[in-house]
């Protein structure tokens, strides 16, 4: 089983950066599927980036490709959204997630997952 925590969230203006970060509990971090979802207010879940099981493959939403970009440091167990050029569309809680499974594509579909973490707010300013 693996615990995950974000951070990093917050207000920003438009056209700003933030960096979150998700930190995972466990040894066999880097056997996890990892991925970054979003939920706006009255609206469901959605899927923003994500990498396969070996970390070799990424994937994006199109709302969010050249802006965001998913990478990980196995041997801190974290996995990062770096998010530019933020628009007040991106505001939403962000959630990072974990599925205990080699997929060989990244994972884009929430049930998916496995272990989700408690999420870190993001507001944009326009």
């Known amino acids: 089983q693996v615990q995950l925590v974000e951070s990093g969230g917050g207000l920003v203006q438009a056209g700003g950066s933030l960096r979150l970060s998700c930190a995972a509990s466990g040894r066999t971090f880097r056997r996890y599927s990892m991925g970054w979802f979003r939920q706006a207010p009255g609206k469901e879940r959605d899927f923003v980036a994500a990498?396969?099981?070996?970390?070799?493959?990424?994937s994006y939403a199109d709302s969010v490709k050249g802006r965001f970009t998913i990478s990980r440091d196995n041997a801190k167990n974290t996995v990062y959204l770096q998010m530019n050029s933020l628009k007040p569309e991106d505001t939403a809680v962000y959630y990072c997630?974990?599925?205990?499974?080699?997929?060989?594509?990244?994972?884009?579909?929430?049930?998916?997952?496995?272990?989700w973490g408690q999420g870190t707010q993001v507001s944009v300013s326009s």
């Open positions: 997630a974990a599925a205990n499974r080699v997929a060989v594509t990244p994972l884009s579909i929430d049930r998916e997952y496995d272990y």
């Open positions: 990498f396969s099981w070996s970390g070799s493959s990424t």
